[in-house]
């Protein structure tokens, strides 16, 4: 190896596993955001008030960035079982992470219509 080169290349693998860490590591933060938020169950009010501040159109927009964690992370994680479980099945593994990033893109717009919509259409 020549001086300054590095064993990373930014194929398709290494950002899958990338994407993979970061996408598991936002959804483990927003399960604890969600513990908090329902051990204030006890306490109508601030529940409430917690509820009306997630009715921000930023915090919608944040709803929207989970739901593409959410997808990709499970996409992803299906497409590691394939690899460890069925090796010779998958004979193109940039096609398969490709389709499966591009899965997660158009569900991800297609859930992220129905969580903004409200801000569109006045009924929020």
Same mark, same amino acid.
């Given at each position: 190896?020549? @001086? ?6 930014? @194929? ?16 483990? /933060? ?5 513990? %908090?938020?329902?051990?204030t ?6 529940? #409430?008030?917690?509820?009306? *501040?997630?009715? #921000?159109?930023? /915090?919608?927009? =944040? ?7 959410? *997808?990709?992370?499970?996409? #992803?994680?299906?497409? %590691?079982?394939? +690899? ?8 193109n593994?940039?096609?398969?992470f ?6 997660? +893109?158009?569900?991800? +717009?297609i859930g992220?219509?129905?969580?903004? @919509?409200? =801000?569109?259409?006045?009924a929020?």
């Amino acid at each position: 190896m020549s @001086k300054g080169a590095t064993v990373y290349k930014g @194929k398709s693998g290494q950002w899958a596993f990338v994407l993979h860490r970061v996408t598991g590591f936002l959804v483990f /933060l927003f399960l604890l955001l969600h513990i %908090v938020d329902v051990s204030t169950l006890n306490d109508p009010h601030v529940y #409430n008030q917690i509820h009306q *501040l997630y009715g #921000n159109i930023f /915090l919608r927009l =944040f709803e929207v960035g989970l739901l593409f964690a959410l *997808l990709f992370h499970a996409l #992803n994680g299906l497409r %590691v079982i394939m +690899i460890d479980f069925w090796p010779g099945v998958i004979k193109n593994e940039k096609g398969v992470f490709n389709f499966m990033l591009s899965l997660a +893109i158009v569900l991800t +717009i297609i859930g992220g219509w129905f969580i903004v @919509k409200p =801000f569109f259409l006045g009924a929020h």
